[in-house]
């Protein structure tokens, strides 16, 4: 996300939605499962904002991380750092 806020969420059977995070500038969005394995997402992105976005497929990342490796250990340290907010989200979420 360059510019604006996304939120991820999933439908319940009974249609509501549940928030799963907000992402903001700065932020990585999407349903990293779907991303890695090519399966269908399991979660809903949507902007609740205007949004300046970068958007790249699995391939084009692979060759990205080819192309300049130093980009991939960039890409594993913002993932970890969003794996660590997520976490504590959903531990937060469970404690209440």
């Given at each position: 996300v360059q510019q604006g806020c996304l939120k991820e969420y999933v439908t319940g059977a009974d249609g509501k939605q549940h928030i799963v995070q907000f992402f903001t500038e700065g932020c990585w969005a999407g349903d990293v499962q779907s991303f890695l394995t090519g399966a269908p997402?399991?979660?809903d992105v949507e902007a609740i904002e205007d949004?300046?976005?970068w958007q790249i497929d699995k391939p084009g990342l692979d060759?990205?991380?080819n192309t300049?490796?130093?980009f991939e250990r960039f890409y594993r340290l913002a993932f970890q750092e969003t794996y660590v907010l997520f976490q504590r989200r959903i531990i937060s979420a469970?404690?209440?």
């Open positions: 997402a399991l979660i949004c300046l976005l060759r990205l991380f300049y490796p130093q469970l404690s209440q």
